[in-house]
């Protein structure tokens, strides 16, 4: 069964510093998302995209966040300068065609530590 | 806006006992229903959804029915094992412009124990 994957498993990095997580839907999918849940809360929306565009953003996503499809295969969320709160699993997540039945199939996530 | 809230854990049980985690939501529309699975390490996975009232999910020996009435999505398995400890999501989907944006609830841990 085709499957979304997400790269790397574990990211640990610094303060200030950029990360990029990368992610691969599944590849007839049209929407494409980004969640996250910090440890021992609520997964938690942060923003959707589709047809090359944000659609949908949360209040988490601010300018800080940016989203990507830099190919045809590739979704990308970049965090330019990371904060300790940041820490948090990313899960990557795609949809198919059809918008009001089609489940949203997700990633492993990617665990990014900030130190 | 729209909201989950399902039943805190930790819920322990021995198996093949019954098993029910209790969700309710809020939304403005006729959202879709789903409950996710998040085995120890590993991401979230389906479990069941359903779209419209009176629908009935089921995977894997569970089952949920949209009771909108209710409000509530509830889910069972008659006889549980000790595979199915993980943490159950359930979730609701935003009929949005575009694609199905999820909100969850906070998550049930569930232990089974042999």
């Known amino acids: 069964e085709p499957e979304v994957t997400q790269t790397p498993s574990h990211q640990v990095t610094q303060m200030g510093q950029e990360v990029i997580l990368r992610c691969v839907p599944i590849s007839n999918h049209l929407y494409f998302y980004w969640y996250r849940q910090i440890l021992g809360q609520k997964v938690e929306f942060l923003v959707s995209?589709?047809?090359?565009?944000?659609?949908?953003k949360s209040e988490i996503f601010d300018d800080q966040f940016s989203v990507e499809r830099p190919d045809g295969s590739n979704f990308t969320l970049k965090i330019r300068s990371t904060k300790l709160e940041d820490s948090a699993m990313y899960f990557c997540a795609s949809s198919g065609v059809t918008q009001r039945t089609s489940a949203l199939h997700f990633g492993n996530g990617t665990r990014l530590t900030v130190t | 806006g729209d909201s989950v809230t399902q039943m805190e854990g930790p819920v322990t049980l021995s198996e093949e006992a019954f098993l029910t985690i209790n969700c309710t939501y809020t939304a403005t529309g006729y959202p879709s229903l789903f409950w996710y699975v998040q085995y120890p390490g590993e991401g979230l996975q389906l479990l069941l959804k359903?779209?419209?009232?009176?629908d009935k999910g089921s995977n894997k020996g569970f089952e949920a029915t949209y009771r909108k009435e209710t409000t509530s999505f509830h889910l069972e398995k008659g006889s549980v094992q000790v595979s199915d400890s993980a943490v159950y999501f359930c979730a609701l989907s935003d009929q949005g412009a575009a694609g199905n944006k999820l909100t969850f609830g906070g998550g049930t841990r569930v232990l089974v124990k042999p």
């Open positions: 359903a779209t419209k009232a009176d």
């Open positions: 995209f589709y047809n090359n565009e944000i659609s949908e």
